[in-house]
């Protein structure tokens, strides 16, 4: 099935969320981002139980009704239905692309690691709607041992690639250097800390829209 991507892609790290009033603070969190404009979400918690992940994802999905808003949760293919998400994102040492397709069925998206200093061998055959890569720059959200890949990263892998795979970059992205990302070559950037480490992320989803609407 074919998925259309915005270019901004929110990442919701549970590093984000507060322990007291977690609930209240996604649904508030869920439909302010909605009111903004956000069309798909991810939520990464990788340290979580099933029941905090279970809660927090039932409090995303009130929030951000599924005809509105595509929920993408991370590594965790098996909980996609029981959430009620439209996707998972699975990474080097989670499910296999595959076996993540298994799980969710065909029309659900299903996002991998595509590649850093080159793509993953094989990863143009896998079936999965978009590849992210990077770190392009140094990020401190998701641990990584992989260098930065800069600018020069994202032209030689949108080289590699071919005009046709949907590339998400993803590290250490701001608002200073978006614009410059998606030229490189990117079609989507993956935003973490560049938007919900800001005191109003709602508000800063809109600054990053604009600055590449403008």
């Not at 905090?52 to 929920?71: C, F, I, K, S």
């Not at 998972?88 to 989670?94: I, N, S």
Request: proline share 7%; glycine share 10%.
């Amino acid at each position: 099935m074919l998925h259309s991507f915005p270019r901004v892609y929110p990442i919701l790290d549970v590093s984000f969320i507060p322990p007291a009033d977690r609930a209240a603070f996604l649904r508030r969190l869920g439909s302010e981002l909605m009111e903004a404009g956000v069309t798909l979400l991810e939520y990464r918690n990788k340290t979580g139980s099933v029941a905090e992940l279970l809660a927090d994802g039932d409090a995303l999905r009130t929030a951000m009704p599924a005809n509105q808003v595509r929920l993408i949760l991370d590594d965790r293919a098996d909980l996609v239905d029981r959430l009620q998400f439209d996707g998972v994102h699975v990474d080097a040492g989670d499910a296999s692309p595959a076996e993540a397709r298994h799980l969710v069925g065909p029309d659900c998206i299903v996002g991998t690691f595509g590649g850093s200093d080159a793509l993953v061998e094989d990863i143009l055959l896998a079936p999965a709607d978009y590849l992210s890569i990077g770190p392009v720059f140094s990020t401190r959200t998701k641990q990584t041992s992989r260098p930065p890949i800069g600018l020069e990263g994202v032209k030689w892998l949108r080289a590699q690639a071919g005009p046709g795979p949907i590339l998400v970059a993803v590290g250490g992205i701001t608002l200073a250097t978006v614009a410059k990302v998606i030229l490189a070559g990117a079609d989507v950037v993956g935003v973490s800390e560049g938007i919900f480490g800001q005191q109003n992320p709602a508000g800063e989803f809109r600054a990053w829209m604009a600055e590449l609407d403008g």
